[in-house]
């Protein structure tokens, strides 16, 4: 019943004003009355239920079926059809070549590790947006993994110079000035010390400078404030 109601409500915007045919004349089926309800309510929506209906319809088709084919992309025959992924690939954001990402190294990063990771994203065919946000979730992880170990390091040295104040005890003043002499003498600043201590542990480091030092003659850059990134006896004791 419903749809013969919307087959008789569209047929009556066929007919005349009042919704009859003119007298004698049987009114005409319209051209969409085999459709089924659905169908009909739709077109009556477009506008198509006019005599250029038929053509409206046609015309749409022909509209759909160049868009389709102007966004249609052959799919792969198979996993080793290079050129068929390839061209997916492409149609998906992959930059022409690896320069495309426009990956950035990080300050103090690896220039020549970036530059193969993207030669990699651009042989797995990855779009610049992915291969960017594996960059940028990287470097995020790297700078959060570098923190957790900064302040691990900083940790662990303080208390391994609190340490070795407590014991060298009254010698302290003399080893440290010592272990001064040493990085003086042979001219290391605070980038080398720091690699040092990292290396070796601050204990470690301090106890191999202070035997070293104290090889070295007094008066070889013992001078007070003159190591270059070396904690002298002052810094020691502020730290402890």
Known sequence: MVEAAVTT???????GADGEAPPGEAVPAPWYGGFDGDTQVYLRNKGWINEN???EVVKAYRHLERLQRSEHVPWPKDEKDAEGYARIYDRLGRPKDPAGYGLQAPEGGDRAFVDAMA????????????A????????????????EADRRFASRSAAELGQVRRDWGEAADRRFA?????????GLDRPVMDKIERALGTRAMLTLFARVGEGLSEDRGHGAGG???????EAAQARL
């Open 9 to 15: 409500a569209v047929a009556e915007d066929g007919a």
């Open 53 to 55: 209906g038929p053509a």
């Open 119 to 130: 030669r990699t994203f651009h042989d797995l065919g990855l779009s610049a947006r992915q």
């Open 132 to 147: 960017q946000g594996i960059a940028q979730r990287y470097t995020a992880h790297a700078q959060s993994i570098q923190a």
């Open 178 to 186: 010592a272990a001064q002499r040493f990085a003086v003498a042979f």
């Open 227 to 233: 190591l270059s990134g070396f904690m002298g006896t």
